[in-house]
């Protein structure tokens, strides 16, 4: 039988894929966590054949919680499905190495399909993001500026090129605003940008947005 943890803080999301995966599987051992550290916890002191995780929740760095996973549970197949389908932010995961990537807009055929394809020791990754990484020539080897980021930098620099305020992004990644702003400082150097606009326009290049 298999055992499934679900990793996302709208119950009505996990209500809806633990609904599909036992009306498939039938004999499906199903738990759920609305957080980083609730799901941690279960992980420390469970056996999961998968895991099904948001990336965007409350009160969570989701690229931490990924990596305390893989230093605890490094053989853990992890599943992505989200919102965020963004090619440069989906590239970032999967060279973190999570077994999938799932839009929350795909059908349920397509996530059983995505299921299956892990839980049989194989990556699955959406046809949209598939045909993406296939015309990136350098998606081993980091050569976008973006790549220079560190996982929190990223994460930040998503929240700001789709607009969000400082004050937001420290609310939603529960950190105080100087953070954030040191943050950005850091971003703006490294992708050597001295505004926004501009940092947009260059999200926009290597498909971030």
Do not use: W
Request: aromatic share 8%; hydrophobic share 45%; glycine share 4%.
């Amino acid at each position: 039988m298999h055992k499934v943890l679900l990793v996302d803080d709208h119950s009505i999301v996990r209500s809806g894929i633990r609904l599909l995966l036992k009306d498939y599987y039938g004999a499906v051992s199903v738990d759920e966590a609305r957080n980083g550290n609730a799901a941690f916890s279960l992980i420390m002191n469970n056996r999961y054949d998968l895991v099904i995780m948001d990336i965007n929740m409350p009160q969570t760095d989701t690229f931490s919680l990924l990596q305390n996973i893989q230093t605890v549970v490094p053989d853990l197949p992890i599943m992505i499905f989200t919102i965020m389908t963004e090619y440069a932010f989906a590239k970032r995961y999967l060279q973190l190495g999570v077994k999938g990537y799932v839009s929350k807009q795909a059908e349920d055929p397509e996530i059983l399909k995505a299921v299956n394809t892990i839980l049989c020791g194989k990556r699955f990754i959406c046809d949209e993001l598939k045909d993406q990484m296939a015309e990136d020539n350098h998606f081993n080897k980091e050569l976008d500026p973006f790549g220079l980021l560190s996982n929190r930098e990223m994460e930040i620099a998503y929240h700001l090129v789709k607009g969000k305020s400082v004050s937001h992004i420290a609310d939603a990644l529960n950190i105080h605003t100087s953070t954030v702003g040191t943050h950005k400082a850091r971003i703006f150097d490294k992708l050597k940008v001295d505004n926004l606009f501009v940092m947009r326009e260059l999200a926009s290049h290597y498909r971030l947005i």
